[in-house]
């Protein structure tokens, strides 16, 4: 399942958080965060493990828009027969965006530590204080999106020539 690499990337910013994601292309300490959006990389190094085995290669925005259509490509890939499945309606995954105040304890151990000795309603009250104020959901920026474009281009064209994938959908 690959998803959009510029949305895997911005949700890995938010996770990571106190990985020093201020400049993504100057501040990365982990280049996997990149990394794991080559997806035809990726691929090449499933491969040289597992050399003849059959890969159905589906997109994450269409499994969630239509994942009977996804179970529907897998199982004519597979020579299965046709079984109905039911899906229960979609529970929305959402990632908390961290307060400052988290952003500040993940940045410095010393305060991390700190704060893990202090009773949980405590934390909870100095987390959601006002004068910290709410953090936003890192999204890149468009010299980020340029920046990154230009390190994955290749691999998304490879990765469309070699297994048929559509990358135009990401913007190559």
Excluded at 25 to 38: E, H, V
Aim: some cysteine; aromatic content about 12%.
């Amino acid at each position: 399942i690959l998803r959009n690499p510029y949305d895997r990337l911005e949700s890995d910013l938010n996770f990571d958080r106190g990985k020093n994601w201020d400049n993504p292309i100057r501040g990365f300490k982990d280049p996997n965060a990149f990394n794991r959006s080559m997806y035809f990389k990726q691929l090449e190094e499933y491969r040289k493990v597992f050399p003849s085995i059959k890969l159905i290669l589906i997109c994450f925005e269409e499994l969630k828009k239509n994942p009977e259509a996804a179970v529907e490509k897998v199982r004519e890939q597979l020579g299965l027969e046709k079984i109905e499945l039911q899906f229960k309606e979609e529970e929305k995954h959402t990632t908390a965006v961290p307060t400052k105040a988290q952003d500040i304890a993940h940045k410095f151990s010393s305060i991390r530590k700190l704060a893990l000795l202090l009773p949980t309603p405590i934390r909870k009250m100095i987390n959601n204080s006002p004068f910290l104020g709410k953090r936003t959901k890192r999204t890149l920026t468009d010299t980020e999106r340029q920046y990154f474009h230009e390190l994955w281009k290749d691999d998304m064209q490879n990765l469309k020539d070699h297994y048929g994938f559509n990358v135009s959908q990401w913007g190559f």
